[in-house]
């Protein structure tokens, strides 16, 4: 396994909050699954940072296609790079 964080920055806003419930359901079950360990917004809601344990960065991109934030283009990665934790 993997772990890899996301910085994602946000945009067009209006699209974005209606498919907010829709992304957090998506968020809760990939941390119900154990494939997201920690996820949430910058202090001022411009971004967002993800941290996912996956097999690699194929999957991880499956489960940004499935994310209704992408159907509605809701955000630009800022950063998408695999991390290596010394502690938990």
């Known amino acids: 396994m993997a772990r890899f964080v996301l910085y994602m920055e946000f945009k067009n806003e209006d699209d974005r909050l209606r498919a907010r419930p829709a992304h957090r359901e998506h968020l809760q079950a990939l941390f119900d699954q154990g494939r997201l360990i920690t996820a949430g917004p ?14 690699d960065e194929a999957e991880l991109r499956q489960i940004l296609d499935d994310d209704p ?12 790079k695999e991390w290596t934790p010394i502690l938990p």
């Open 42 to 55: 910058w202090a001022d809601d411009k971004g967002a940072m993800h941290v996912y344990e996956v097999a």
């Open 69 to 80: 934030y992408t159907a509605v283009d809701a955000y630009d990665i800022a950063l998408l």
